[in-house]
């Protein structure tokens, strides 16, 4: 099956910079990668995602990258601020049915 | 707006009890999921259903069952609760692949 590793599992950043968590896969069939931000206590919430056939999305302060060959793809928030801490996940799937998760970054913001 | 509910925000259940954790979406998705979430882990996919009566296994079914009698609810049922099946469970319902999660229900068994 699928296997999903993402790093780092915390991430420190001042409000401001830039923060980047990155997703690697294994199975080359999967074609979807969604992130999820959940905030303590709230259910994860979609933010962004990307199909295979897209290398880059943008959404204001988020992107995310695909790498197909390379099979990575990462989450990019610009212009941090503290509103943005939470833990964020990543996942792949293949089919719409099957969703394999990464284990989660726990991001911190620091005003 | 998407509306997934679960039947209870926090359950104390006996080891060995039978448990049953509902799940409810309001948007007609032909696809729901059950999921358990615990630290360090992320999310670990139980089962999943596809259509009404249709079920798959998905990471770790084991010690658990689930019921899709109607295309808007389903239901993970534990057979009989054991302390290492404490943990926050998580429903989802999807279409077009994109998922939307319930709030969670956290369940300690002791």
């Known amino acids: 099956g699928e296997n999903v590793e993402q790093h780092p599992s915390t991430l420190s950043v001042q409000e401001g910079d830039s923060a980047v968590i990155k997703c690697t896969y294994s199975d080359s069939a999967s074609n979807y990668f969604p992130w999820y931000k959940q905030e303590l206590g709230k259910r994860p919430q979609l933010i962004i995602d990307i199909r295979s056939n897209v290398g880059e999305k943008k959404d204001q302060r988020i992107a995310v990258t695909l790498n197909k060959t390379a099979k990575h793809f990462s989450l990019h928030i610009t212009e941090t601020q503290p509103e943005d801490s939470a833990v964020y996940f990543c996942?792949?799937?293949?089919?719409?049915?099957?969703?394999?998760f990464g284990t989660g970054t726990s991001l911190t913001v620091i005003p | 707006d998407v509306k997934v509910t679960q039947s209870s925000r926090y359950l104390v259940k006996r080891t060995g009890e039978k448990v049953f954790l509902e799940c409810v979406q309001d948007m007609d998705h032909e696809n729901m999921f059950w999921y358990r979430q615990d630290p360090g882990l992320g999310l670990r996919l139980i089962y999943f259903?596809?259509?009404?009566?249709?079920?798959e296994k998905g990471d770790i079914p084991e010690g658990y069952s689930v019921s899709r009698e109607k295309k808007e609810r389903f239901s993970l049922i534990l057979e009989s609760a054991s302390t290492n099946q404490t943990s926050m469970y998580l429903c989802?319902?999807?279409?077009?692949?994109?998922?939307?999660f319930g709030p969670g229900t956290r369940l300690t068994v002791t």
């Open positions: 989802a319902s999807s279409i077009h692949y994109e998922q939307y």
């Open positions: 996942a792949a799937s293949k089919d719409g049915n099957q969703f394999y």
């Open positions: 259903s596809y259509d009404v009566k249709m079920k």
